[in-house]
């Protein structure tokens, strides 16, 4: 059962509110929002809902894509206390660890491509992105191959908000206010974002044509320079893009013709999201390197992994060269405790099976309803990851300017509804938890049909 949390009962709400809007920095947020409106406080969560002020609502993004095993659950405060009370912290520097962070690592293991044996503890989606960075270096170093420093990403990639993770992401607002240059490491290719760039191709020739995109920039910066391409199996933050099919094969293919590392960060997908414990298995591919992190314990605790293939290991470990890299909080007991906890759930009540047989289908089938809607194109899923892209003009895919805010106009009518999904650009993204029900799902198409018809016709009013 969730609780409710009250742990600064002295203070109302209005006083939390102003001391919110006085002192806290928020992620992602023009200030002027948090001037004009004071913030939502959010205060209690069960299940698939999340409660503040008086107001519940049904969450389809579970936080920010991570609570996969849903809000409140109290087998995981539980392993967090037991964990706590045991031992609250000690590090994992030189060669000491604790027996959550070794048995996690054992699991992990066993749950993870083949070959790929070994993993790394941090924080979060950015602190693992940026270790695999690090260690791509020092792998090809060790190899002595310096020259391999250029990373490839693609358009609309996203990856963190560190410096150097920063620097792969494909959106230019998220670089320009930090004067952040990627320079000559970093490379863009083409997104397999079909829908928006495919024209007249089906969508397998585009996804050959992406992939070649990925060859070209292989070869005009010369394969010795070329050190990895990291990507996202589906592109989240952007839009949940879903590959074409056999595109991540193909690149996988170029990147072992060239020489080249294969990263693939499944911050959001791994661990059960597209409906197989990893989206490498989901879209037959095999990366040299994988990045994890928000569903590995549901968020109830920061934690996150880099996992990387016997192949690599045998380099980097080669000999006695220390792998200057770790953080004060790497494979923190309690963290590894409540990821084993989550594990735990993953397994026992077969989530992971259940979103590839049942709630995947399901989802997709349902969602898919939504495009009898005018300002709807496409409506995309892997698993429960969807994107429901919105245009002006379904036959040419025509959209509307950003700057008119559709997808926010959408999103709102839908939160006066009782639902949460995430405006991303032109396109809502839905990320539910995996617990959420036949009947939720039902809900959120309602919900939403509701919402594009009640924007739509204030658009056709003017
Ligand atoms: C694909 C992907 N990689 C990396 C990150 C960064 O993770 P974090 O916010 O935990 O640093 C995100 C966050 O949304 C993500 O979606």
Request: net charge negative; charged share 20%; glycine share 8%.
């Amino acid at each position: 059962m969730a609780q409710t949390l009250h742990l600064t009962p002295k203070l109302s709400l209005e006083e939390l509110q102003a001391l919110d809007q006085k002192h806290h920095i928020h992620p992602f947020t023009a200030a002027s929002a948090l001037r004009s409106a004071p913030p939502f406080l959010i205060d209690s969560a069960e299940g698939a809902y999340i409660s503040g002020q008086g107001i519940k609502l049904l969450d389809m993004m579970a936080g920010l894509g991570c609570v996969n095993v849903g809000y409140g659950r109290p087998e995981l405060a539980e392993a967090a206390a037991e964990a706590m009370n045991k031992l609250s912290y000690y590090h994992s520097f030189s060669a000491v660890s604790n027996p959550p962070a070794a048995e996690l690592a054992g699991r992990l293991a066993d749950l993870a491509p083949d070959g790929m044996n070994k993993v790394f503890f941090a924080n979060s989606g950015s602190e693992a992105n940026e270790t695999a960075l690090k260690l791509i270096n020092f792998y090809w170093r060790k190899k002595g191959q310096p020259n391999k420093r250029i990373i490839i990403t693609r358009d609309y990639a996203y990856h963190g908000t560190t410096i150097a993770t920063t620097a792969l992401n494909g959106n230019a607002a998220m670089l320009e206010p930090f004067g952040i240059d990627p320079g000559h490491t970093v490379e863009r290719a083409m997104s397999p974002f079909w829908y928006r760039h495919g024209g007249d191709l089906t969508p397998e020739a585009f996804g050959k044509k992406a992939a070649k995109s990925i060859e070209d920039k292989i070869l005009a910066a010369g394969a010795k320079n070329v050190a990895a391409v990291f990507l996202e199996p589906v592109q989240g933050t952007m839009g949940a893009v879903v590959p074409p099919a056999g595109y991540l094969a193909e690149v996988e293919r170029i990147c072992r013709a060239h020489d080249v590392l294969i990263v693939a960060d499944e911050v959001v997908t791994g661990l059960g999201r597209t409906g197989h414990w990893f989206a490498q298995e989901t879209f037959g591919f095999t990366a040299d390197i994988m990045t994890l992190a928000k569903g590995l314990s549901s968020a109830y605790l920061p934690i996150s992994a880099m996992m990387v293939h016997d192949s690599i290991v045998e380099v980097v470990e080669g000999d006695e060269t220390i792998f200057q890299h770790g953080f004060t909080t790497s494979a923190h007991p309690v963290t590894a405790a409540v990821a084993l906890k989550n594990l735990d759930i993953l397994q026992e009540e077969g989530l992971v099976d259940k979103i590839r047989n049942d709630l995947g289908p399901y989802f997709l089938a349902k969602l898919k309803t939504l495009e009898a809607s005018p300002l709807v194109g496409e409506v995309r899923a892997s698993g429960l990851f969807a994107g429901i892209e919105l245009c002006k003009v379904k036959e040419t895919r025509e959209q509307y300017p950003l700057e008119m805010g559709l997808c926010d106009h959408v999103g709102n009518a839908a939160m006066m509804r009782g639902l949460i999904v995430r405006p991303c650009g032109n396109v809502l993204v839905l990320c539910p938890p995996f617990i959420v029900s036949h009947a939720q799902i039902d809900f959120t198409v309602e919900v939403l049909a509701d919402a594009l018809a009640e924007i739509y016709t204030a658009i056709q009013a003017g």
